[in-house]
């Protein structure tokens, strides 16, 4: 499964890429605000920055949501730099806009996906990524990773090559059950990556065996 980092913060990209298991970033305009990113200059700029420092994908998300505005917005963004992927909204100008990218081989990310009826329809419009927001239908009591299931389902029984970016994961469990279900890649915050590093044995037995050898060489 491919790991991506769901920020526009540099450090946090960077802490990621230093660990060598990144694969990609997403973002959304949420995060660039979040990160204090404003003004057109500075958020493309800021996608150059992460390119930069990251070797694999990375999603910028078209405000537009008409079907003119998306195309223009999304040949910019995707003019800035080989490795970035335009992020389309799942509404219906946003279908018609994921099938003109991917007839021009412009790399797609369909996002705020909550039903197997809007993946399916990104996947015949020929996404590279579809996003279902798994956290987000948490929040609601419904079952994200459920979305994920019948995503894998309905993709492979026609084998369609669109990439499940399982998003709005929020902690390790979610990376863990994306794992388990065979989602294609999941993006996730630094928080719920370094997350999966921890076990309380590892730690017990790391110090008896410091202590141990210590007591050997002392
Ligand atoms: O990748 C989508 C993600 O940014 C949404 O996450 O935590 O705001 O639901 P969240």
């Known amino acids: 499964m491919k790991f991506f980092i769901d920020t526009a913060n540099l450090a946090q990209i960077k802490e990621a890429q230093q660990l060598g298991i990144l694969d990609g970033v997403t973002t959304n305009p949420s995060l660039m605000a979040k990160e204090g990113i404003t003004g057109k200059n500075n958020i493309l700029k800021h996608y ?24 223009r917005e999304g040949e ?17 100008e946003g279908i018609k806009a994921i099938k003109y ?24 419009a020929g996404a590279t990524y ?36 399982a998003a709005s994961v929020r902690h390790t469990m979610h990376i863990i059950e994306c794992a388990k279900i065979g989602s ?23 110090a008896k065996f410091l202590a141990d050898h210590k007591k050997g060489n002392d």
């Open 76 to 92: 910019e963004l995707a003019d800035l730099h080989e490795q970035i992927v335009v992020k389309v909204p799942m509404i219906k």
């Open 184 to 206: 294609d890649v999941m993006t996730g915050p630094l928080s719920a990556i370094i997350g999966l590093l921890n076990h309380p044995l590892t730690d017990i037995g790391l």
């Open 48 to 71: 150059v920055a992460i390119c930069n420092i990251v070797e694999g994908d990375v999603s910028a998300e078209v405000i537009a949501t008409d079907y003119e505005g998306m195309i």
């Open 130 to 165: 579809v996003s279902p927001f798994i956290g987000r239908l948490d929040d609601i009591s419904t079952d994200g990773l459920n979305l994920i299931n019948e995503i894998r389902e309905v993709y492979d029984n026609y084998g369609y090559e669109t990439e499940i970016l």
């Open 101 to 124: 990218f991917s007839d021009k081989g412009i790399k797609t990310n369909c996002t705020l996906v909550f039903s197997v009826g809007q993946a399916l329809l990104a996947a015949k």
